[in-house]
């Protein structure tokens, strides 16, 4: 059985970037609050949040081709609470609004004056963000892998983990100090991808055993099909496997000189790299490989 995906790279990279910004804010707001002598790695962090969702809503926008033709389409999507789009566009509302305040705020030099419970209500907004990029996947009920009560708690570790990932991504080459000074982060961020690749297995196993057959067909389109390849190599051992090990040996393994050295930072910088790349591709695959299910009308 074929079928041609309805949301493609686009999408998947909107679902990337929001997750990620969401991520990033959220991780941000933790290190405020567990490391505040890490100014630099929080700045990043709300940098990043902002510039990564609105550059999100600019590819969403950009794949409704038909909501430019009739802006108005967007405007309405505010009119129906019952909706998980309407949802979405007041959580990444609200959630661009308090990212771009606390980022002007920070850089206008007044980062420890910011308000507590204004970092905390964008982390909050954040995940939010975060939730509702696998909520918006959901709400499509003829699409076992996506109509799964996982796919939203999936898709909100996947995106602390990108936030995370890129945070410390910059933080190796820009403010290496505080990099190093994040332990307590890091450690957090190294159980990220095991917990992300228990909740894969999960989502896979229910999905399969599920009453429809397109369930099935969808995990082999992962597991055994035409998404295998990239499923196993691209995001189960480079998105995950690998990252992991990495980690391992740079935060259990490696003496505070090899993780300081030039290889080490090479070394972190790899992991954090593939984490993200791992996130985008889940994100991919998870569309690509979702089969609908097949409404047989009965002879009368």
């Known amino acids: 059985m074929t079928f041609e995906p309805i949301w493609g790279v686009i999408i998947a990279c909107y ?40 550059i999100g809503l600019v590819l969403l926008m950009f794949d409704a081709t038909a909501g430019f033709h009739n802006p108005l389409r967007f405007a309405l999507l505010l009119t129906n609470f019952g909706s998980v789009m309407t949802w979405g566009v007041v959580f990444l509302g609200l959630f661009t609004v308090i990212s771009l305040i606390v980022l002007v705020m920070d850089l206008l030099g007044k980062g420890l004056k910011i308000p507590v419970w204004l970092d905390v209500a964008g982390a909050v907004l954040g995940i939010c963000v975060c939730v509702y990029t696998g ?17 939203p708690v999936l898709f909100l570790v996947s995106a602390v983990s990108t936030g995370m990932a890129s945070i410390l991504l910059v933080g190796i080459f820009r403010a290496p100090q505080e990099f190093h000074q994040s332990g307590a982060f890091k450690k957090f961020h ?18 399969a055993n ?14 055994a099909g035409k998404d295998a390849a990239a499923f196993w190599i691209l995001f189960i051992l480079c998105g995950l496997v690998v990252p992991t090990c990495l980690e391992w040996v740079m935060l ?5 000189a090899v993780e300081e050295s030039t290889t080490g930072h090479l070394i972190s910088a790899a992991s954090d790299a ?3 790349m791992g996130g985008f591709v889940l994100r991919l695959l998870i569309l690509s490989a979702a089969m609908p299910i097949t409404l047989v009308q009965p002879w009368i």
């Open 15 to 54: 679902l990337f970037l929001a997750g990620l910004g969401g991520g990033a804010f959220a991780s941000a707001t933790y290190m405020r609050l567990r490391t505040p002598h890490c100014v630099h790695l929080i700045r990043y962090g709300r940098i990043i949040a902002p510039i990564c969702v609105i």
């Open 135 to 151: 909520c918006l996947l959901g709400v499509a009920k003829t699409f076992p892998l996506w109509n799964n009560a996982l796919l």
């Open 190 to 207: 190294f159980f990220m991808p095991i917990f992300e690749l228990f909740l894969v297995a999960c989502l896979l196993f229910i999905t």
């Open 210 to 223: 599920s009453a429809e057959a397109a369930g099935w067909e969808s995990v082999m389109n992962l597991v």
């Open 252 to 256: 259990f393994m490696s003496t505070k």
């Open 274 to 276: 593939l984490v993200l």
